[in-house]
């Protein structure tokens, strides 16, 4: 079976600094990968998918960059982290475009 | 801009009767439609999909779909205290290159 792996669970970091969120998937191949960002009081906000390695699209501009270095792994980054990063970042995948998606269990990020 | 819009709630059910949850879409091509639930301070974990017009029945839930009136529902019978969470829509273009776009959600709340 799909196993989907996000870390780390939480994290709290000053404004200004680096950040890396990382997602696996296991047990399927070549699977379509997504980031999300879910604000207080606002829906899932898509940042950014992939379909392949070294294949990124972009959704919103900002100060996030995203990279897919394998064929299962998606990698979440800021150079400089704003205030206004914060929030419930989920990582998810499909085996195809009309396919539900599968989100891992997210990272709490707070800036401050 | 395409958008899917759900009532925020809270809609409040007792224990036992029928929660309904409305979703509306503005892209009229739109083929593919989830449901999503979400328990606070969770990732959303995928509940029903649907693609065609008409009813779709998975234990106690059902999905209706009319796509002429951009209009999609989830039933929830015999609802108990632990179905209480905010469920999400999300729709598909009918692109392959295009992401599930979701609802910001409705929160339900089934009391005992």
């Known amino acids: 079976s799909q196993t989907i792996h996000q870390w780390p669970a939480t994290l709290v970091q000053p404004v200004g600094s680096p950040l890396s969120l990382e997602c696996t998937v296991e047990g399927t191949s070549n699977p379509n990968l997504y980031w999300y960002r879910q604000a207080a009081g606002r829906g899932l906000q898509l940042l950014f998918y992939s379909v392949g390695i070294g294949q990124i699209s972009s959704e919103v501009p900002q100060n996030l960059s995203a990279s897919r270095p394998q064929d299962r792994q998606f990698i979440l980054s800021s150079k400089k982290l704003l205030l206004s990063d914060s929030g419930f970042y989920l990582c998810a995948w499909s085996q195809g475009w009309n396919y539900g998606y599968t989100f891992g269990s997210g990272t709490r990020l707070t800036v401050v | 801009q395409k958008e899917v819009e759900q009532n925020s709630g809270p809609l409040s059910v007792p224990e036992g009767a029928i929660a309904s949850l409305n979703c509306t879409y503005s892209?009229?091509?739109?083929?593919?439609f989830f449901w999503y639930r979400q328990y606070s301070g969770k990732s959303p974990e995928l509940i029903m999909s649907i693609y065609s017009n008409g009813d779709k029945e998975d234990g106690r839930f059902t999905a209706q779909l009319n796509k002429a009136s951009q209009y999609v529902s989830l039933l929830i019978r015999d609802s108990q205290p632990s179905d209480s969470a905010t469920y999400l829509c999300a729709v598909k273009g009918d692109q392959a290159g295009t992401a599930l776009i979701f609802g910001k959600g409705t929160t339900l709340s089934v009391s005992s």
């Open positions: 892209d009229r091509v739109s083929q593919s």
